[in-house]
């Protein structure tokens, strides 16, 4: 039995049985990647068998280790357009704070080309942005 990590909502159950040696790979990955290495981690498996629980347990891990946490799915029909989870995220971030279209200026052209709507964003304008992206292409 591991007890889970403290958090400061509610989780579907305060302990987890069975999953240490999961949860020890998580924060494992947690500190590779606070030392530079990225890491991908998925989690795969039939229906009830604590998916979702379990990345529960690693947002919290990764959020008491400093990191953001961003959330994204993708739904049925969006699964053959490439990056579909990623781009919601981004654009939700974008739309959310303003501010980083600022800090995201050099990603401009290539984010406004997966993004379109969003070309307004940047503060060269779109004019601007076509000039120097690619033919959007909708994604």
Do not use: N
């Not at 494992?28 to 530079?36: I, K, P």
């Not at 947002?59 to 989870?85: K, M, N, V, W």
């Amino acid at each position: 039995m591991t007890e889970a990590a403290p958090a400061s909502r509610s989780t579907l159950c305060p302990l987890l049985i069975g999953r240490g040696p999961y949860i020890e790979i998580l924060r494992q990955f947690c500190e590779q990647v606070r030392l530079g290495q990225g890491q991908t981690v998925i989690l795969a498996g039939e229906p009830g068998l604590g998916k979702s629980r379990l990345a529960a347990e690693a947002e919290t891990i990764a959020a008491q280790a400093g990191f953001t946490i961003l959330h994204s799915h993708c739904y049925e029909d969006e699964c053959a357009r490439p990056f579909a989870p990623l781009l919601r995220l981004l654009r939700q971030r974008l739309t959310d704070q303003p501010a980083l279209a600022k800090d995201w200026q050099l990603l401009a052209p290539r984010l406004a080309e997966l993004l379109p709507e969003l070309r307004d964003s940047w503060p060269k304008g779109p004019a601007a942005l076509r000039a120097s992206a690619e033919p959007a292409h909708q994604y």
